[in-house]
């Protein structure tokens, strides 16, 4: 937990010393004195100046992407046979995410394992449907990217071809690379002559049983009986997520002439920032918007300020406050609660 926070405290801290000091630069043109010139400050104070309504806006949007990913999650536990209480997979989704600020992806782990014991399913069922859930938001990620492609082409392959090294070559022609691949080789040929003795013992035949079950919940997708539903909610989480960010934009004075198409890329880098391993996103996620908004003119002072105020606005009112709203909210909800299998 501590290196993932120490991560993402990193990549944040030394965005804030990059961006501070052109801040100062820009004060010292200015003839501002250093004193009166904090980038710190100016965050504040941007903060104070959004427009309220719209952030509330953002938090209502938040609310119905969950709704329908619990919704949509109870369409994958049902498929396998189990009949399960909305509030329950509501609130473990929203643990889920109170867990990643403390240790990205491990929120998956903690939302399988919280409804695996309120509603009495084994673990490794539940964790995988909620590996499937992942899966499903993948596909459409790479939808919504092509889409942000498709309409955005120029300043997006542009940025990805000055940024991102698109090669290979480097990575199959590293020493560390080869050396893996040998290592793998090596333990896959030492497992396969001594599988006989593996597979008789304890630990790996539980593994066995442990990995079917999680199959079994991967196969939940091909078993959903109204497949048209789960398309619709698929549908909704990812507009409010894309209406999250856009919409956002009208709380900031700096960024309220953008446009939709804006929204869409600017929603993109932020969402690759979100794949990064840190805390919530954090560092990750601020770079990418920034980069994301510098493309449309936006000072990057203005877009750092952006993406504290989208960040902050999403995880202290959503990840933060309904995580322990759940936290405090399931073990009272499930006091006398019996769970039923179809």
């Known amino acids: 937990m501590f290196v993932f926070l120490l991560f993402g405290i990193t990549i944040l801290w030394f965005l804030y010393n990059d961006l501070n000091a052109s801040y100062l630069a820009d004060c010292t043109l200015k003839g501002i004195p250093e004193e009166e010139c904090s980038l710190i400050d100016k965050v504040v104070s941007d903060f104070k100046s959004t427009h309220l309504f719209w952030l509330v806006v953002i938090c209502i949007c938040f609310f119905i992407s969950n709704v329908s990913r619990s919704l949509r999650w109870q369409q994958l536990l049902h498929s396998l046979g189990y009949q399960t209480r ?72 542009n940025y990805l071809a000055e940024n991102a090294d698109l090669s290979f ?46 199959v079994e919940g991967l196969k939940s997708l091909r078993k959903v009986e109204n497949k048209q539903l789960l398309i619709i909610h698929s549908i909704t989480i990812w507009l409010m997520y894309y209406l999250m960010t856009y919409l956002c934009f009208n709380a900031f004075d ?42 449309y003119g936006i000072d990057q002072n203005d877009a750092f300020s952006f993406a504290m105020i989208i960040f902050f606005t999403i995880n202290i009112f959503g990840n933060i406050l309904f995580g322990l709203i759940a936290l405090l909210v399931l073990p009272g909800y499930n006091r006398s609660y019996q769970p039923a299998r179809i």
């Open 169 to 214: 070559t480097k990575v199959l022609t590293s020493p560390l690379f080869l050396i893996a691949g040998i290592l793998l080789l090596a333990i896959a040929l030492i497992a396969w002559m001594l599988r006989s003795r593996l597979l008789a013992m304890p630990l790996v035949i539980r593994l066995i049983k442990t990995a079917e079950g999680f």
């Open 86 to 157: 909305w509030p329950n997979s509501f609130h473990c989704v929203m643990i889920g995410y109170f867990a990643n600020l403390g240790l990205p992806r491990v929120g998956e782990v903690v939302r399988a394992g919280t409804f695996s014991r309120y509603e009495s399913i084994p673990f490794e069922k539940v964790m995988g449907t909620v590996a499937m859930d992942r899966i499903i938001d993948l596909l459409c990620f790479g939808v919504v990217f092509l889409l942000a492609l498709m309409l955005q082409y120029d300043l997006l392959w």
């Open 254 to 295: 700096p960024t309220a002439h953008l446009g939709p198409l804006a929204g869409l890329l600017v929603f993109v880098f932020g969402s690759l920032g979100m794949i990064i391993p840190t805390p919530g996103g954090m560092g990750s996620y601020h770079a990418l918007v920034i980069a994301g908004l510098v493309l």
